[in-house]
């Protein structure tokens, strides 16, 4: 009960954060943001062989993204370090979508171990407007750029993470799953001899 408790208390505080972040942020008009991914993610319907391609090429320039994004989000968010893979995960839920997508996650289905969970929202800014033809609606992960994101972010601080959706409301489920477990820690390559923390930072 204390534990659930202390959890809850952090949960408000990063949505705190988030909402913080969120009005600090340069935003661009969501309307727009949402027809220039299509117009991405349609060429490269046109351009690869098939959907796998398209899945890996999105999740790939996701990546990329990640890998910078997460000086801006540690600059900006107000979150220093986490004491847990768990707190990794609310952070990212509530400061990184908030921040970045203007929406918030919940974190569910967590295992034993708190090694993995779900990351579960109702709206994704991504697929608006979007409507998917029959031969992709089972196939195409058209947000697969949020994995690519949290998965290069992730590894800039040394967390090695599987990411991908498990359920998306462009196929035809009732809400947007994705897929977050920790598999391993990376060795920092330079380590600062002052630096003896051992917590995580946050994403």
């Known amino acids: 009960m204390a534990d659930n408790s202390n959890q809850h208390k952090k949960r408000l505080e990063y949505l705190r954060l988030g909402e913080t972040a969120f009005q600090r ?109 029959p031969c992709y609606s089972s196939s195409l992960s058209y947000g697969n750029l949020i994995c690519g994101v949290i998965r290069g972010a992730l590894e800039q601080l040394q967390m090695q993470v599987v990411c991908h959706f498990e359920k998306d409301i462009l196929r035809g489920d009732n809400t947007n799953e994705i897929y977050l477990e920790l598999k391993g820690r990376l060795q920092e390559e330079f380590l600062d001899d002052d630096d003896e923390g051992t917590g995580d930072f946050c994403e």
Do not use: H
């Not at 349609?42 to 690869?48: I, M, P, R, Y």
């Not at 989000?73 to 995960?89: I, P």
């Open 25 to 133: 942020t340069e935003k661009i008009n969501g309307e727009v943001f949402s027809l220039m991914y299509g117009s991405l993610v349609s060429q490269f319907v046109k351009d690869l062989d098939n959907v796998d391609q398209i899945n890996t090429k999105l999740e790939k320039i996701g990546y990329n993204i990640g890998i910078r994004l997460v000086d801006e989000f540690l600059a900006k968010s107000g979150v220093s370090r986490c004491d847990s893979f768990r707190d990794t995960a609310e952070v990212i839920a509530c400061v990184g979508f908030k921040m970045f997508l203007g929406i918030t996650a919940e974190t569910k289905n967590w295992n034993s171990d708190e090694s993995a969970c779900t990351l579960s929202f109702g709206e994704n800014p991504l697929s608006d407007f979007v409507e998917l033809p």
